[in-house]
């Protein structure tokens, strides 16, 4: 089946503790992405990744660094995670920018 | 810079009422246009698209049409039922060769039986 997976679905968090959310997809997709979701504001792009050792940043990429050692995986890295890094995370991926995207479940990430 | 806007939310509706989401954008060049649902506890998935002028997206009875002309790509569906209670984003890509879609805000239904 094809899908992207997500890891975990659920992690509350304290300030200051390095975390890292894991995705990855099995379609053989080049382009991978990072959005968060917060209330009002619709996904906005993290990070994205056009293929392996390709990445970029998107709209709101301070205080997150990924990285892209495999085509497959796509990790979102948050050195030092703050509250307001509090929100809901997908990633997303796809043959390239402009095709259909296919998305994770989603992660739901608390800072404290 | 690339926008989009797209009608505030929530909406509600009876079942088998007709359904109207408004979007307008602004882009570089002739984007493709794509709307995407998310349903309750998921992530979000293409619902259809449109990729130049006048093109018109269809699938599980919405509809939307490419306007170029007033830069819209309105989502519409002519009855609407339970199940079609979600979040729907319209998503232009921003026109250049990466392609990369910008979101809108999202449009909660929530359709009554």
């Known amino acids: 089946e094809a899908q992207v997976t997500q890891n975990p679905r659920y992690l509350i968090t304290v300030t200051g503790k390095k975390l890292t959310v894991t995705c990855s997809q099995n379609m053989n997709h080049e382009y991978m992405s990072w959005y968060r979701q917060d209330p009002g504001l619709g996904l906005r792009q993290i990070y994205y990744?056009?293929?392996?050792?390709?990445?970029d940043k998107g709209d709101v990429p301070e205080g997150y660094k990924v990285s892209r050692k495999e085509k497959r995986n796509f990790p979102l890295i948050l050195e030092s995670p703050s509250p307001n890094q509090t929100s809901l995370y997908f990633c997303a991926s796809s043959l390239v920018p402009s095709y259909e995207q296919y998305f994770g479940p989603g992660t739901r990430l608390t800072v404290t | 810079g690339n926008s989009v806007t797209q009608m505030e939310g929530p909406v509600t509706l009876s079942e088998e009422a007709f359904l109207t989401i408004n979007c307008t954008y602004t882009a570089t060049g002739y984007p493709s246009l794509f709307w995407y649902v998310q349903y309750p506890g998921e992530g979000l998935q293409l619902l259809l698209k449109a990729t130049k002028a006048d093109d018109k997206g269809s699938n599980k009875g919405f509809e939307a049409t490419y306007r170029k002309e007033t830069t819209s790509f309105h989502l519409e569906k002519g009855s609407v039922q339970v199940s079609d209670s979600a979040v729907y984003f319209c998503a232009p890509d921003r026109g250049s060769t990466l392609g990369r879609l910008y979101f809108g805000r999202g449009t909660q239904l929530t359709v009554w039986p």
């Open positions: 990744s056009m293929n392996v050792e390709v990445t």
